[in-house]
């Protein structure tokens, strides 16, 4: 797998696909959507892999950030 070859620094978790208008508007959630949709996810992703992992999608609060961090969530919001 890629992660064990070195050649990745950090993991950037974007959730979604873009094949089509409903899936892309998923992969760049508006205002419609929950803040933090995928924030377990990412969370998720980083129990499995000993990478840093950045997300941002609808984090917008100062207080959701701090708590993605604080749970060992995410290494970077933003």
Do not use: C, Q, W
Not at 10 to 28: A, M, P, Q, R, Y
Not at 44 to 55: D, G, N, Q, S, T
């Amino acid at each position: 797998m890629l992660v064990e070859t070195g050649a990745l620094d950090f993991i950037n978790i974007i959730k979604g696909h873009i094949d089509t208008e409903e899936g892309e508007s998923l992969v760049l959630p508006s205002m419609g959507i929950p803040a933090a949709p995928y924030l377990e996810f990412a969370g998720a992703i980083k129990r499995e892999f000993e990478l840093p992992v950045f997300h941002a999608a609808r984090i917008n609060e100062v207080a959701t950030a701090r708590h993605a961090l604080r749970e060992n969530l995410l290494d970077m919001v933003g």
